[in-house]
């Protein structure tokens, strides 16, 4: 079974920079995972920042940026906001139309 | 503009069967995969199924195999889960999305319908 890893939590202050990773219990995460990140906050459905590893989304400001840093996925977030403040998630296409979310970051801004 | 609504949620009873539908518009329907992913109270985002642009290919996760069957009408630009045999573990938030196939990801997502098991 995949397991695809994430920080439970993190902390950021505002205007700060945070990097939010993704990982595979066991192997490594490349592009040919498409990694792709979602974000939601409470009652809201999930919103599509980044795909294919380092694509913005159409209308996701550039203080979202994807990455591959070391053996996993990366999203860093320059400049936080207070709005920032939600879960993160990852996912990682696995082939034969299977996806496996990340567990999941939450991300308090303060 | 694209749009995805759910419909269908509600209560129901281990053991029991609900179907959830999505109604899509301001796209080509036919042309794009689909997918329901979940999240459980308390708990992250679980992918569910997902079904090819004319319903020859379907997957699903393990939790879910054999239990929940996922469809589609071309026709009526709406895909459909129905699901059997639920279980407590199965009350979630249930989301319907579109999926960019090009680079394998969930572009557009719906609201949600909420389907709560409990006796």
């Known amino acids: 079974q995949t397991v695809v890893t994430q920080e439970p939590s993190f902390s950021v202050s505002p205007g700060g920079t945070v990097t939010l990773t993704c990982g595979l219990r066991s192997g490594s995460v490349s592009t040919s995972y498409y990694p792709s990140w979602y974000q939601q906050t409470p009652g809201q459905a999930p919103r599509t920042l980044i795909y294919?590893?380092?694509t913005r989304s159409s209308g996701v400001p550039d203080r979202f940026s994807g990455s591959i840093f070391g053996n996993k996925a990366a999203l860093t977030i320059t400049g936080a906001q207070a709005d920032d403040e939600s879960d993160y998630y990852c996912v990682l296409y696995m082939g034969s139309g299977i996806w496996v979310f990340g567990g999941g970051t939450k991300l308090t801004v303060l | 503009q694209v749009q995805l609504v759910e419909s269908g949620g509600g209560l129901v009873k281990p053991g029991g069967s609900l179907r959830l539908s999505c109604a899509a518009s301001?796209?080509?329907?036919?042309?794009?995969?689909m997918s329901w992913i979940r999240r459980p109270p308390g708990k992250g985002l679980e992918w569910v199924s997902y079904?090819?642009?004319?319903?020859?290919?379907?997957n699903y996760a393990d939790s879910v195999k054999g239990r929940l069957t996922i469809s589609r009408d071309n026709a009526k630009n709406s895909l459909y889960l129905q699901m059997n045999s639920l279980r407590a573990e199965d009350t979630a938030m249930y989301y319907c999305?579109?999926?960019?196939?090009?680079?394998?990801?969930?572009?557009?997502w719906g609201q949600g319908a909420l389907v709560t098991v409990s006796s």
């Open positions: 079904i090819s642009s004319s319903s020859s290919y379907t």
């Open positions: 999305a579109r999926v960019d196939w090009n680079s394998d990801y969930f572009d557009f």
């Open positions: 301001g796209f080509t329907f036919s042309d794009y995969y």
């Open positions: 294919s590893t380092n």
